[in-house]
């Protein structure tokens, strides 16, 4: 599996982006995907994540802001950022989880995207 993120870019406070990531290899729609971000000096936080059903999870922080969702004809996930703040600038990531159920650990996680940046200017 592998996993091919783009979207990033510097937006103003208030604004909006849409990440998406492109995953190759058959096994991809059957698992739990997932969204991550590391700031600097921080380190990597579970953001987002959806099940091969639909279901979504996110972190406290972006609820209300950010949407995840997927693609299983196109093999993708895309995470749609709003209301950005200057708080969420970091690297964003996306991920396949080891298995099929929700998880925000990191090392729950196998396969990952290269990352893309996020700037958030204020």
């Known amino acids: 599996v592998q996993l091919q993120a783009s979207g990033g870019g510097l937006v103003q406070a208030g604004g909006s982006l849409r990440l998406s990531c492109a995953a190759s290899?058959?096994?991809?729609?059957?698992?739990?995907m997932g969204w991550f971000r590391q700031a600097p000096g921080k380190e990597r936080e579970f953001v987002a994540g959806i099940s091969w059903s639909g279901t979504t999870y996110y972190q406290d922080s972006v609820k209300g802001r950010f949407t995840i969702s997927r693609d299983i004809a196109r093999n993708t996930v895309d995470l749609q950022m709003n209301s950005l703040k200057p708080e969420d600038t970091a690297v964003y990531s996306c991920a396949r989880a080891k298995g099929r159920v929700l998880t925000t650990r990191t090392l729950e996680y196998d396969y990952w995207g290269q990352g893309t940046l996020v700037t958030v200017s204020a």
């Open positions: 290899g058959r096994t991809f729609n059957s698992y739990y």
